[in-house]
């Protein structure tokens, strides 16, 4: 199982990223995905989430209306769409896989990726 997060980088503020995830050695059009980000010194939380089938998403109040979480489930790729990006958002972002099968709860997440908002 491998998720490889992509598209970090150092930002000015009011910029924008995209990142990806690439999945691999799971069925992931069975598996819930989402974005999370760890600020140095604070908690991982939840930044952007979609169903398998990616009807729902769901989103941190402090990133609505400026992320956008999409998949492609053709592809195996999930992306964060990050607009208006302020130094706030400075965190480690990392791919998350989840889901229930047979009872058996999967969760997978991907090394990180840095993105860095300062001018």
């Known amino acids: 199982v491998k998720l490889v997060e992509s598209g970090g980088g150092l930002v000015q503020p009011g910029g924008s990223l995209r990142l990806s995830c690439e999945a691999s050695g799971f069925t992931f059009s069975r598996f819930d995905m989402s974005w999370y980000r760890q600020a140095p010194g604070k908690e991982r939380e939840l930044v952007a989430a979609?169903?398998?089938?990616?009807?729902?998403?769901n989103y941190a109040d402090s990133v609505k209306g400026r992320f956008t979480i999409s998949r492609d489930n053709g592809k195996n790729m999930v992306y964060l769409e990050m607009n208006s990006l302020k130094p706030e958002d400075t965190a480690v972002y990392y791919c998350?896989?989840?889901?229930?099968?047979?009872?058996?709860?999967?969760?997978?997440w991907g090394q990180g990726t840095q993105v860095t908002v300062s001018s």
């Open positions: 998350n896989a989840r889901s229930t099968i047979l009872f058996y709860n999967y969760n997978y």
């Open positions: 979609t169903t398998s089938a990616g009807g729902r998403t």
